[in-house]
């Protein structure tokens, strides 16, 4: 990649203050029940600068991005726009209305629409509701657009057919027109903020989607890229701003910034190395799944092995593929290319019904949309993989179906134990215990998790991991994908690291450390 | 949201109180229904002592709507799965005109003639089924053009005429008063229901509907079959719905196609209404056999004390709206009660 990193304001985080910034957020704190996910962060952008914003998983960022873009309402700071202060809390459009765009990591692209009418939308929209569309001088306004930017679309061409590449720069473009139409007050430079643009997109279009960037930035706007890729940021911005834990660890600029320099700032240790092979006692434990070859929608060609009295820990960067792997493996999601084997039986066309009857079971990540029926009852959530085996003779026990719940939620602790409320009622961390409890009630051979204690509480969160411990050491193998790596440091055996879908790291015992990790993580550039 | 912060975790003290006020909130609500229901009788017993509390009215209105309620029973099926069959009131029709057509026109014995229109009916929804499952169709639509369809072919069968004299040992097996001077088909809906409700509340077909409607899934990744099950439900509801053609032929001893077509928004009326009672946010059969009679009360009482005959259409229309918007209000109410339970 070679563009140039050309700081235009001739220097360091200090001058930027010699001109009116673009955007300064100064001071801004932000917490969720308790938990501080913002203290006091600072920000500021140039007129004309990419700004990098970078930061492992839970370091703020999200949480920043989103109370630009009104999602969330800060609990305090301040907030200034082209010179102007905006009052705290936003509306629900955020910053849009003060001429800040936003492309989010989804675009907001609809498949089938083509890329003149998701322009129109805006443009008329913005204006008039009932106002007859000109298609003629539309497509006329669009093309120009996108010939300006050097984007080479078809106008008329419908989303679904573009390319990973083109669809994120339409949604750029999108938003830069939408800029351009808008009628607001502020009169300055324009701000465009890209949510981790590229995490979808195939390494080698990466660098059409930062062109495109330098040329905004060479019109005299502002981009704010936020990202997890390091060499990604390095090779694209003027400046970054790097977050830690919910603190501003600091701005620097990139001319002159190594790799390293920046890897330190994001973990606040130095970048480390690390092996990749299995240590013999591992390999020696009985092999309960096989996976060889499984390709899924971000999985490619992957092989692993879940072993009996092992906690297997999958993880990597959103978008790398371990977020899919448990529904993959579960059959859940289709199998592109591969085979699953559960102890030593190949499974043809794997869905649900047939793991759940080889003992492999799945706890799905999103308890609501995919765990449980939130209005259905305790007793009935509980009951639902046993009904056949309860059928006494055509005749659901209830009253032996609602003892078995009542057993689960005392031995795992459920508050309130009380079968008969809606299974919502419960906390997110008694939800979770719950439906461990109804899949170990099967007795399981293989728990595949996903995020088990995304949304837990700190309490419950311990008590499910002693209870995974316990469970695989009566010879149960679990999979686990998470991002959270001190879950991983607490409970993992064995930990392997995803990257662009394909194996790119493994870690043994006391190897897994949080940094570690998160260097394993990061380590795209270095392997 | 200060509460929250104050107190992070007393799970032992929430634990009680948030149980037995759960229990408590919705116990009124779920009888609601039946008490407009009896405020509604009293009503017309004061009004019209003399036409309303006999046992003529009674025999009448219980019989009458015996039909309808056979129909609802069979939609709540899918309904609980979350599927919308739009094609019964056809299928009735189809079903209807086949006893009368074989009946009558090619001289079949009735029960011959009774049994091919239930497998007609059955075979509807086959079809309903394999389309909505193997091609993943919102059976909405499927339903509302297959129902379409029937309608076409019940014209074929009946040669666009209404077909009369039917033999009157159907007519014997469906309005014989055998108990309490009560018409026979009013207990062959009870039956019915009862039936539905066993396999509603005792059966892993009906419980893993339910999730189905709740979460598909949800269903999905606790092994249910989703589309088998689906597909039965349909094929349930069509069943039924033949079933209720047979009994409107023993009604009247005629049939014709569009003999069917006033029962569609009823039933679904019967139906939505029936799940803000008994058992709040489901449908259920029993739920949906007061509806059916909640609705009939207020219409013989209109009509008795004067009313012209399409005050039908107000009330059932007006039935289905409310019992919509009644149902989403219910639900958001015990959903701010589950929040407020889950803070404190």
Same mark, same amino acid.
């Given at each position: 990649?070679?563009?140039?990193?050309?700081?235009?304001?001739?220097?360091?985080?200090?001058?930027?203050?010699?001109?009116?910034?673009?955007?300064?957020?100064?001071?801004?704190?932000?917490?969720?029940?308790?938990? !501080?996910?913002?203290?006091?962060?600072?920000?500021?952008?140039?007129?004309?600068?990419?700004?990098?914003?970078?930061?492992?998983?839970?370091?703020?960022?999200?949480?920043?991005?989103?109370?630009?873009?009104?999602?969330?309402?800060?609990?305090?700071?301040?907030?200034?726009?082209?010179?102007?202060?905006?009052?705290?809390?936003?509306?629900?459009?955020?910053?849009?209305?003060?001429?800040?765009?936003?492309?989010?990591?989804?675009?907001?692209?609809?498949?089938?629409?083509?890329?003149?009418?998701?322009?129109?939308?805006?443009?008329?929209?913005?204006?008039?509701?009932?106002?007859?569309?000109?298609?003629?001088?539309?497509?006329?306004?669009?093309?120009?657009?996108?010939?300006?930017?050097?984007?080479?679309?078809?106008?008329?061409?419908?989303?679904?057919?573009?390319?990973?590449?083109?669809?994120?720069?339409?949604?750029?473009?999108?938003?830069?027109?939408?800029?351009?139409?808008?009628?607001?007050?502020?009169?300055?430079?324009?701000?465009?903020?890209?949510?981790?643009?590229?995490?979808?997109?195939?390494?080698?279009?990466?660098?059409?989607?930062?062109?495109?960037? !330098?040329?905004?930035?060479?019109?005299?706007?502002?981009?704010?890229?936020?990202?997890?890729?390091?060499?990604?940021?390095?090779?694209?911005?003027?400046?970054?701003?790097?977050?830690?834990?919910?603190?501003?660890?600091?701005?620097?600029?990139?001319?002159?910034?190594?790799?390293?320099?920046?890897?330190?700032?994001?973990?606040?240790?130095?970048?480390?190395?690390?092996?990749?092979?299995?240590?013999?006692?591992?390999?020696?434990?009985?092999?309960?799944?096989?996976?060889?070859?499984?390709?899924?929608?971000?999985?490619?060609?992957?092989?692993?092995?879940?072993?009996?009295?092992?906690?297997?820990?999958?993880?990597?960067?959103?978008? &790398?593929?371990?977020?899919?792997?448990?529904?993959?493996?579960?059959?859940?999601?289709?199998?592109?290319?591969?085979?699953?084997?559960?102890?030593?039986?190949?499974?043809?066309?794997?869905?649900?019904?047939?793991?759940? &009857?080889?003992?492999?079971?799945?706890?799905?990540?999103?308890?609501?949309?995919?765990?449980?029926?939130?209005?259905?009852?305790?007793?009935?959530?509980?009951?639902?993989?046993?009904?056949?085996?309860?059928?006494?003779?055509?005749?659901?026990?209830?009253?032996?179906?609602?003892?078995?719940?009542?057993?689960?939620?005392?031995?795992?602790?459920?508050?309130?134990?009380?079968?008969?409320?809606?299974?919502?009622?419960?906390?997110?961390?008694?939800?979770?215990?719950?439906?461990?409890?109804?899949?170990?009630?099967?007795?399981?051979?293989?728990?595949?998790?996903?995020?088990?204690?995304?949304?837990?509480?700190?309490?419950?969160?311990?008590?499910?991991?002693?209870?995974?411990?316990?469970?695989?050491?009566?010879?149960?193998?679990?999979?686990?994908?998470? &991002?959270?790596?001190?879950?991983?440091?607490?409970?993992?055996?064995?930990?392997?690291?995803?990257?662009?879908?394909?194996?790119?790291?493994?870690?043994?015992?006391?190897?897994?450390?949080?940094?570690?990790?998160?260097?394993?993580?990061?380590?795209?550039?270095?392997? | 949201?200060?509460?929250?912060?104050?107190?992070?975790?007393?799970?032992? &003290?929430?634990?009680?109180?948030?149980?037995?006020?759960?229990?408590?909130?919705?116990?009124?609500?779920?009888?609601?229904?039946?008490?407009?229901?009896?405020?509604?009788?009293?009503?017309?017993?004061?009004?019209?002592?003399?036409?309303?509390?006999?046992?003529?009215?009674?025999?009448?209105?219980?019989?009458?709507?015996?039909?309808?309620?056979?129909?609802?029973?069979?939609?709540?099926?899918?309904?609980?799965?979350?599927?919308?069959?739009?094609?019964?009131?056809?299928?009735?029709?189809?079903?209807?005109?086949?006893?009368?057509?074989?009946?009558?026109?090619?001289?079949?014995?009735?029960?011959?003639?009774?049994?091919?229109?239930?497998?007609?009916?059955?075979?509807?929804?086959?079809?309903?089924?394999?389309?909505?499952?193997?091609?993943?169709?919102?059976?909405?639509?499927?339903?509302?053009?297959?129902?379409?369809?029937?309608?076409?072919?019940?014209?074929?069968?009946?040669?666009?005429?209404?077909?009369?004299?039917?033999?009157?040992?159907?007519?014997?097996?469906?309005?014989?008063?055998?108990?309490?001077?009560?018409?026979?088909?009013?207990?062959?809906?009870?039956?019915?229901?009862?039936?539905?409700?066993?396999?509603?509340?005792?059966?892993?077909?009906?419980?893993?509907?339910?999730?189905?409607? !709740?979460?598909?899934?949800?269903?999905?990744?606790?092994?249910?079959?989703?589309?088998?099950?689906?597909?039965?439900?349909?094929?349930?509801?069509?069943?039924?719905?033949?079933?209720?053609?047979?009994?409107?032929?023993?009604?009247?001893?005629?049939?014709?196609?569009?003999?069917?077509?006033?029962?569609?928004?009823?039933?679904?009326?019967?139906?939505?209404?029936?799940?803000?009672?008994?058992?709040?946010?489901?449908?259920?059969?029993?739920?949906?056999?007061?509806?059916?009679?909640?609705?009939?009360?207020?219409?013989?009482?209109?009509?008795?004390?004067?009313?012209?005959?399409?005050?039908?259409?107000?009330?059932?229309?007006?039935?289905?709206?409310?019992?919509?918007?009644?149902?989403?209000?219910?639900?958001?109410?015990?959903?701010?009660?589950?929040?407020?339970?889950?803070?404190?």
């Amino acid at each position: 990649m070679t563009f140039e990193s050309t700081p235009n304001l001739g220097g360091g985080a200090s001058s930027a203050s010699t001109l009116v910034p673009v955007l300064e957020v100064k001071a801004l704190t932000k917490s969720f029940s308790g938990v !501080q996910a913002l203290q006091g962060v600072d920000l500021q952008i140039a007129s004309g600068e990419v700004h990098g914003l970078l930061g492992a998983n839970g370091c703020g960022k999200s949480t920043l991005i989103k109370i630009l873009a009104g999602f969330y309402c800060a609990d305090g700071g301040h907030i200034h726009v082209n010179g102007r202060e905006i009052a705290l809390p936003f509306g629900p459009r955020g910053l849009r209305d003060h001429g800040v765009a936003f492309v989010h990591q989804d675009l907001g692209l609809v498949p089938d629409s083509t890329v003149i009418e998701h322009m129109a939308l805006d443009y008329y929209g913005a204006e008039s509701l009932v106002k007859r569309i000109n298609w003629r001088s539309e497509r006329q306004r669009v093309s120009d657009l996108l010939n300006r930017f050097e984007v080479d679309v078809d106008p008329d061409s419908t989303i679904d057919v573009l390319s990973p590449v083109q669809r994120a720069m339409v949604a750029v473009v999108r938003a830069v027109g939408d800029q351009e139409v808008g009628d607001y007050e502020s009169s300055g430079a324009k701000l465009l903020i890209l949510d981790e643009p590229t995490v979808f997109l195939p390494s080698e279009q990466v660098d059409l989607l930062l062109s495109l960037l !330098q040329r905004l930035k060479s019109r005299g706007d502002s981009v704010l890229l936020v990202s997890h890729d390091i060499d990604e940021v390095l090779a694209a911005t003027d400046r970054v701003t790097v977050l830690r834990d919910g603190k501003l660890i600091g701005s620097r600029n990139t001319s002159g910034s190594t790799r390293s320099d920046v890897v330190e700032m994001i973990l606040g240790s130095p970048e480390v190395h690390l092996p990749r092979t299995a240590s013999a006692d591992q390999s020696k434990k009985r092999t309960l799944l096989k996976a060889d070859k499984i390709s899924g929608e971000r999985i490619r060609d992957l092989d692993l092995e879940v072993r009996a009295g092992e906690v297997l820990g999958v993880t990597g960067l959103a978008g &790398s593929g371990f977020e899919e792997l448990p529904e993959l493996l579960f059959g859940a999601r289709p199998l592109k290319a591969g085979t699953i084997t559960v102890a030593d039986e190949e499974i043809r066309h794997a869905n649900p019904l047939k793991l759940m &009857s080889r003992r492999v079971v799945l706890i799905p990540a999103d308890r609501k949309a995919d765990g449980a029926a939130q209005q259905l009852t305790l007793v009935e959530n509980l009951s639902l993989p046993f009904l056949g085996d309860h059928l006494r003779g055509w005749k659901i026990g209830w009253k032996k179906l609602r003892t078995q719940a009542k057993a689960i939620c005392l031995r795992l602790n459920v508050v309130p134990p009380n079968v008969e409320l809606p299974f919502g009622n419960l906390s997110g961390g008694n939800q979770q215990k719950a439906l461990i409890g109804k899949w170990l009630e099967t007795e399981p051979e293989v728990m595949l998790l996903n995020e088990p204690t995304q949304g837990v509480d700190i309490g419950a969160r311990k008590e499910i991991f002693k209870l995974i411990r316990a469970t695989v050491s009566d010879g149960m193998g679990v999979l686990c994908a998470t &991002s959270d790596y001190e879950q991983l440091v607490e409970m993992a055996d064995r930990v392997i690291v995803l990257c662009n879908g394909r194996l790119s790291g493994e870690l043994l015992g006391d190897e897994i450390t949080k940094d570690s990790l998160a260097a394993a993580v990061y380590s795209k550039g270095a392997s | 949201m200060s509460i929250v912060d104050k107190t992070p975790k007393t799970p032992k &003290s929430s634990n009680a109180s948030s149980s037995v006020t759960a229990r408590k909130v919705l116990e009124p609500e779920r009888f609601a229904l039946i008490g407009v229901w009896l405020v509604l009788i009293v009503f017309f017993i004061a009004m019209i002592p003399e036409y309303f509390p006999t046992m003529a009215n009674l025999s009448n209105m219980l019989g009458s709507q015996a039909v309808l309620l056979i129909l609802a029973l069979g939609l709540i099926i899918p309904l609980r799965a979350g599927d919308y069959d739009l094609s019964i009131g056809s299928v009735l029709a189809l079903s209807a005109v086949t006893v009368a057509a074989l009946n009558v026109n090619y001289g079949w014995p009735i029960w011959a003639a009774a049994a091919v229109a239930i497998i007609a009916g059955m075979l509807v929804g086959v079809i309903n089924g394999f389309i909505v499952t193997k091609f993943d169709i919102n059976p909405f639509i499927v339903t509302l053009g297959m129902g379409t369809v029937i309608i076409g072919i019940s014209y074929m069968i009946s040669n666009t005429r209404t077909i009369t004299t039917v033999d009157p040992a159907l007519s014997e097996a469906v309005l014989a008063k055998p108990f309490f001077g009560i018409p026979v088909d009013f207990y062959y809906a009870v039956i019915l229901c009862a039936l539905v409700w066993y396999v509603f509340e005792y059966t892993a077909f009906g419980q893993r509907l339910l999730f189905i409607g !709740q979460n598909s899934d949800v269903a999905r990744l606790n092994g249910v079959p989703v589309n088998k099950s689906r597909w039965i439900a349909l094929i349930l509801s069509a069943t039924v719905a033949g079933m209720a053609g047979v009994v409107y032929v023993g009604t009247t001893s005629s049939a014709d196609t569009t003999s069917g077509q006033g029962f569609l928004l009823p039933a679904y009326a019967a139906a939505f209404l029936g799940s803000t009672t008994i058992r709040i946010g489901r449908f259920n059969p029993w739920g949906t056999l007061i509806a059916v009679y909640f609705l009939v009360t207020g219409i013989t009482g209109l009509q008795l004390m004067g009313a012209p005959p399409y005050v039908q259409y107000l009330f059932y229309g007006g039935a289905l709206v409310i019992a919509v918007v009644l149902s989403k209000v219910v639900r958001a109410r015990s959903e701010r009660k589950r929040l407020a339970i889950q803070i404190n």
